[in-house]
Nanobody
Framework: QVQLVESGGGLVQAGGSLRLSCAAS????????MGWFRQAPGKEREFVAR????????YYADSVKGRFTISRDNAKNTVYLQMNSLKPEDTAVYYC?????????WGQGTQVTVSS
């Protein structure tokens, strides 16, 4: 039974940076494409970024392209999201999952709040 635990969120000023981590537990990390998603207050959960199992291919939502970088370290069973030049509209709870996501893998996420 795989569990995904997000961490690294917090409160930052606009223009600042955060690095989110997604650690897998319960079993060995399968060779699946992974993604980051976010949900802002009053909004539906949306796609942010995805990465192939090897880390050789990435894709980003237009809203974060050029500012966010997704990466992974399979030896550590961890996926990362480096977020730079943060904007108030990036405020949301951030989740990781397989991509396409599995409904059984949604966790608690990690809160990111960007002040203006």
């Amino acid at each position: 039974q795989v569990q995904l635990v997000e961490s690294g969120g917090g409160l930052v000023q606009a223009g600042g940076s955060l690095r989110l981590s997604c650690a897998a537990s319960g079993r060995t990390f399968s060779s699946y494409p992974m993604g980051w998603f976010r949900q802002a207050p009053g909004k539906e959960r949306e796609f942010v970024a995805r990465i192939s199992w090897s880390g050789g291919s990435t894709y980003y939502a237009d809203s974060v392209k050029g500012r966010f970088t997704i990466s992974r370290d399979n030896a550590k069973n961890t996926v990362y999201l480096q977020m730079n030049s943060l904007k108030p509209e990036d405020t949301a709870v951030y989740y990781c999952n397989r991509n396409p996501p599995s409904s059984s893998l949604w966790g608690q996420g990690t809160q990111v709040t960007v002040s203006s």
